[in-house]
């Protein structure tokens, strides 16, 4: 089992940058696909990117393309969300999630464990 705790969330201005951070602890990292989501109240959880347990490959929600970029690091256990050029409409809570690589292809259609979120918010 991998415990996720996410960091790096806050406060920024429209056009402005922001790094998300996971880290993961409890289990094999190089085992899992990771993701990020992120939700906002009202709404249902969305799909922003994922990267493929070697790092290889990455996909993203139309949405972030061109803006967002997923890397992780197996050595240290992380994964990370670069978010740049960002919009009011980026404000949401950011959770990242891990799929074993055993139980799923790439991209993973499920997530098996979630961390408890970091909160972003993008002023105009």
């Known amino acids: 089992q991998v415990q996720l705790v996410e960091s790096g969330g806050g406060l920024v201005q429209a056009g402005g940058s922001l790094r998300l951070s996971c880290a993961a602890s409890g289990g094999t990292f190089g085992s899992y696909h990771m993701g990020w989501f992120r939700q906002t109240p009202g709404k249902e959880r969305e799909f922003v990117a994922t990267?493929?347990?070697?790092?290889?490959?990455?996909v993203y929600a139309d949405f972030v393309k061109g803006r967002f970029t997923v890397s992780r690091d197996n050595a240290r256990k992380t994964v990370s969300l670069q978010m740049n050029s960002l919009k009011p409409e980026d404000t949401a809570v950011y959770y990242c999630a891990a799929a074993p690589v055993y139980s799923t292809t790439f991209p993973p259609r499920e997530y098996e464990y979630w961390g408890q979120g970091t909160q972003v918010t993008v002023s105009s």
């Open positions: 990267i493929r347990w070697s790092g290889g490959s990455t």
